[in-house]
């Protein structure tokens, strides 16, 4: 099964109001990452949080993270138009060889 | 900085045509390169880790006669279907890291743009 799953799987939005995505994982990490997609593009590495981190920020961009709940939540203020994007969380799984999975993703749309 | 270029962009051929896609770090050298696999409003699926050097590690799943994959310098790696056939079909992406996978634990991965390849 997926290490990372987020929830909710699309939401839709206007522009101005905040959006807020969460991501749940089964087994114990060092990290975790948060990724956008463009539609039929690569992946932008968006920010890093260490497990003995609980929150972090860059610009309009706030993560959190609860291991004891297993769970992290990215939120993006004031949104844009041009946010409209998919939103993977990332973690890390140590099979022999460190190697990232990745969630099923949250696909956000902002309205203009 | 950190940018990785994957080359072509799209593919379209015949059913048992071998294809070439190619993953260059263009400023940055790329110890560890991983090749993805995605559907339609799906995740990333890993397909194997290549380190430079070294042979790809596949994962489970993952044939690796069908996809061989080529990591022979620090900037480039090539993943190459072989016998293409519809059901392959799909959004190939690739991502490199300066760090080797096998040390170090989820590092930040520089993505190239995907290939779509389109198997008639």
């Known amino acids: 099964s997926q290490q990372g799953e987020e929830d909710p799987q699309a939401l839709s939005i206007q522009e101005g109001e905040n959006a807020t995505m969460n991501c749940s994982y089964k087994?114990?990490?060092?990290?975790l990452q948060w990724y956008r997609q463009n539609s039929g593009r690569g992946l932008v590495h968006l920010i890093l949080i260490r497990s003995n981190e609980r929150e972090k920020h860059s610009g309009r961009l706030r993560v959190t993270l609860d291991t004891s709940k297993k769970s992290s939540s990215l939120l993006i203020t004031a949104s844009r138009a041009a946010d409209t994007a998919s939103y993977f969380c990332a973690t890390d799984r140590n099979t022999g060889g460190f190697k990232t999975i990745f969630g099923a993703g949250t696909r956000l749309f902002v309205k203009a | 900085g950190a940018v990785v270029s994957q080359h072509p962009s799209w593919v379209i051929c015949k059913s048992g045509t071998s294809v070439k896609i190619e993953c260059r770090s263009l400023d940055f050298q790329a110890t560890t390169m991983f090749w993805y696999r995605q559907f339609p409003k799906q995740s990333l699926m890993l397909m194997a880790t290549?380190?430079?050097?070294?042979?790809?590690?596949?994962e489970q799943g993952v044939e690796k006669d069908k996809f061989l994959i080529n990591h022979a310098s620090l900037t480039l790696s090539t993943l190459t279907v072989t016998s293409a056939h519809p059901e392959d079909s799909s959004f190939y992406i690739c991502?490199?890291?300066?760090?080797?996978?096998?040390?170090?634990?989820?590092?930040?991965?520089?993505f190239g743009d995907g290939t779509r390849l389109s198997i008639l």
């Open positions: 087994t114990s990490i060092n990290n």
């Open positions: 991502s490199a890291t300066a760090n080797r996978g096998a040390i170090y634990s989820n590092q930040p991965q520089h």
């Open positions: 290549s380190n430079e050097g070294s042979k790809a590690t596949y």
